[in-house]
């Protein structure tokens, strides 16, 4: 089992910068590859950035490539999303996300556990 709490979320101008941490408990989470979704008013939640088990790879959505960066400290059961250059499209709540299985996820169907959530408002 793994429970996820994430922070840093808020309020911050077209331009800005954020980072959103989400910390991990649970013994599998230096097995687990972690992720980061972002659901708008209205919309689906979807994919934004991917970080394997032990950090050598990352993938990431192609509206945030170049702008976020995620990481991971396994000695701190911690992930973190770096997000820079944010615009108001990016406006939304921000679930982390662990994979118990073996792989990365995607996609909501390839993730065994979620957190609460954290609000990101880009104002422009």
């Known amino acids: 089992q793994v429970q996820l709490v994430e922070s840093g979320g808020g309020l911050v101008q077209a331009g800005g910068s954020l980072r959103l941490s989400c910390v991990a408990s649970?013994?599998?989470?230096?097995?687990?590859?972690m992720a980061w979704f972002r659901q708008a008013p209205g919309k689906e939640r979807k994919f934004v950035a991917v970080i394997s088990w032990s950090g050598g790879g990352t993938y990431y959505a192609d509206s945030v490539k170049g702008r976020f960066t995620i990481s991971r400290d396994n000695a701190k059961n911690t992930v973190f999303l770096q997000m820079n250059s944010l615009k108001p499209e990016d406006t939304a709540v921000y679930y982390c996300?662990?994979?118990?299985?073996?792989?990365?996820?995607?996609?909501?169907?390839?993730?065994?556990?979620w957190g609460q959530g954290t609000q990101v408002t880009v104002s422009s």
């Open positions: 649970g013994r599998t989470f230096s097995a687990s590859a």
């Open positions: 996300a662990a994979r118990r299985r073996t792989g990365l996820a995607y996609t909501s169907t390839q993730v065994d556990y």
